[in-house]
């Protein structure tokens, strides 16, 4: 574990709290704003924040290109919240930038505004319990092809993996259990 | 069991809002070009601080309906502003369905002793500070968000930096201190104990700090950023400058790549009149907003 490095896309939204984490878990983590940085890197997040502002910036600085060529190339990424809707191939009734890795398809604020933001238990297959935090959080609407449901909570789908993609819909880094930053680590290849 | 309202998701919300840069609107319109700009949210206003200071009088929460017309105009979070004290027109925002209360210096305070129990709502709230016992005191009331308060209304940066430097001179004072020292230090500070122990231990705030009050280019909101504020507000800078959008894009590429020069230099080419700017000493004593709050 201690050999991979992870970057930790760091346009907008909580990039720090998914460094710590990873730092936390024993790899090596770095932020990645430019190109350069992220040829570093034998895995990326992307974490929660506003979809719209890093994609608009991903577009603009040309990150987008560059994550699709190296998760062509091998790398594997895993997106929360704004990292799941940005690797969607379909984000229902939205024209925004989007990277559409993933053979899912997500509705933004699934669950509300910011007053129906909650916190619930979850069981995540093959993981066990862990915390949701969920803010202002999307849903992944339906799976086809290979994508495979990890997580529901009342019957929206909230955690999904494809190959090496992984998206949860809710914030692993905001409550200190290492788990799905464990999970997202063993699919990451040296 | 399913949670609502907790200071986790409270606090989460700011740091999902963290390197981006929340815009003040007026209508929908503005709304909608603040969010194509890369705006992370946006705040609901009736006026800009330029227009609340020139206008003078009492500046109260907005018309409800301008509120809900920019809710249904984005898709980014939306905050709204109401009066120091004035715990009803939280109530009023609470319930339009706001994702942040801005308990704000920038509106006439309705109280001129006693802030808003924020405790009391599931709608978070940000307010601002000019130091770290006026931070902590929020925070103990409730405020899952800071911001430095700055001089609204000016696009003069000065009164932010001095906050911000302040802010980050008390954490270091404190962060040294031996544990005996600190309850001595919190009755300087006139901030509660339990949450100046949390600051020594963090050596940060314990929960996200944004910079607001006179943010007005580029390079200001990166000055902002690599002092070590969280994120930016920008209130008049934008929509009182010559070309809004393109500004606005620029404060937001200024934010998120605040280190590279390069970046800086690019986005500020070209990019028209600034809003006009005020000197601090020669604004009245009683009209800097800064010093409303208790």
Request: proline share 4%; with cysteine.
């Amino acid at each position: 574990m201690a050999g991979k490095k992870i970057g930790i896309l760091a346009l907008q939204g909580a990039f720090i709290e998914h460094q710590q984490a990873i730092t936390n878990c024993g790899a090596q983590a770095i932020q990645v704003r430019t190109a350069r940085e992220l040829d570093q890197v034998d895995g990326l997040i992307i974490p929660g924040g506003e979809s719209t502002t890093i994609g608009k910036l991903m577009q603009a600085y040309q990150l987008d290109t560059a994550i699709k060529a190296r998760y062509e190339q091998g790398m594997a990424i895993w997106g929360t919240c704004a990292g799941m809707i940005l690797l969607a191939r379909e984000i229902i009734g939205m024209n925004q930038p989007m990277l559409g890795l993933m053979d899912i398809a997500v509705v933004r604020n699934g669950f509300g505004r910011q007053v129906d933001s909650f916190e619930t238990e979850l069981e995540v297959d093959p993981i066990g319990r862990v915390n949701g935090v969920f803010i202002r959080a999307p849903y992944v609407e339906r799976v086809w092809g290979p994508a495979r449901i990890m997580a529901s909570h009342e019957r929206k789908i909230v955690m999904a993996e494809e190959d090496r993609l992984l998206v949860t819909a809710f914030h692993p880094e905001l409550t200190g259990d290492k788990c799905i930053h464990e999970y997202f680590l063993k699919k990451v290849s040296d | 069991m399913v949670e609502k309202g907790t200071f986790t998701l409270k606090s989460g919300l700011a740091q999902m809002l963290k390197g981006g840069v929340i815009m003040d609107v007026t209508t929908p319109e503005q709304a909608k070009i603040a969010e194509a700009a890369g705006a992370c949210a946006v705040m609901a206003l009736e006026r800009v601080p330029a227009d609340i200071r020139a206008a003078g009088g009492i500046a109260r929460m907005a018309d409800p309906t301008i509120i809900l017309k920019i809710m249904e105009a984005v898709t980014i979070p939306v905050m709204a502003k109401c009066r120091i004290g004035h715990f009803v027109e939280a109530q009023v925002l609470e319930s339009l369905g706001v994702d942040y209360i801005d308990e704000s210096e920038v509106l006439s305070p309705a109280d001129d002793k006693y802030h808003v129990n924020k405790n009391d709502f599931k709608v978070p709230f940000v307010c601002g500070a000019r130091n770290l016992g006026e931070a902590l005191r929020r925070i103990g009331e409730g405020a899952a968000m800071i911001r430095t308060k700055g001089e609204p209304g000016t696009g003069n940066v000065i009164e932010a930096v001095r906050h911000i430097r302040k802010v980050n001179d008390e954490i270091r004072w404190i962060s040294n201190l031996p544990a005996e020292e600190l309850m001595t230090a919190a009755k300087e500070l006139q901030a509660p104990y339990e949450l100046v122990l949390e600051v020594a231990r963090l050596k940060a705030l314990p929960v996200v700090n944004f910079a607001a009050g006179g943010i007005a280019t580029p390079s200001d909101a990166a000055l902002m950023m690599q002092l070590g504020c969280d994120g930016i507000f920008v209130g008049s800078g934008i929509f009182k400058s010559g070309d809004p959008a393109k500004r606005a894009k620029a404060i937001v590429a200024a934010t998120t790549y605040y280190n590279d020069a390069a970046v800086l230099a690019e986005v500020s080419r070209d990019l028209g009149e600034a809003m006009v700017g005020i000197n601090i000493d020669t604004i009245k004593p009683e009209e800097r907003m800064q010093d409303r709050g208790w």
